[in-house]
């Protein structure tokens, strides 16, 4: 077997293998190999090439300050907001070492609408995931209340206009990773029988 398809074979492998890893301990990774991983997801389909995305990196105390922010959008949400729930916002950016937020921003262009720019984020989300499996590091992607809170966007520095199109929790694994389920092939796909 050549060598061009035992690298195909194994990255084919990894893409059937990929997990979410809601557990995420030190290290994250950093560096130049932190920069590898991440330009993985400008490889992603980007329609007439608009580069319509733009990440925030946030790690160490700035995790902390995030997990502020949560709590401030959960209180403006609703001001009778339990201590609990507030310590529970508070504590969300602690779960992983380094947490990525991707926004599409939404540029205007007759011929690419904003979900199309929101799909190129999102494939490119998918990019970072597998790459950091194939380093040894993973992640889980979150959304939630948080990702369409106009105080939380408003307190990152993102416009009204974009879309933060999710929180990439970024660690090393703790415990072992979910099972990977056995899927079937004609369970999801089928061929197009034309009508005419």
Known sequence: MSHHASAADSILQLMRERVSYPRL?????????????????????????????????????????????????????????????????????????????????????????????????AAGLAHILLALQARGFGGIWRTGDMAIDDHVKASLGIDRHESLVGFLYIGTPVGESKRIPQLDFEEFFSYWKSTS
């Open 25 to 121: 301990a030190e290290p994250a990774p950093s560096g130049d190999e932190l920069r590898e991983i991440m330009m993985t997801a400008l490889r992603a389909p980007d329609h007439k090439v608009l580069r319509p995305a733009r990440y925030m990196l946030i790690e160490g105390q700035a995790r902390e300050s995030l997990g502020d922010v949560f709590a401030e959008a959960a209180k403006i949400k609703d001001s009778e907001c339990e201590s609990a729930k507030l310590e529970k916002c508070r504590n969300m950016p602690m779960r992983a070492p380094l947490i990525l937020v991707a926004i599409s921003k939404n540029i205007e262009h007759p011929k690419v609408p904003f979900f199309e720019q929101e799909q190129h984020v």
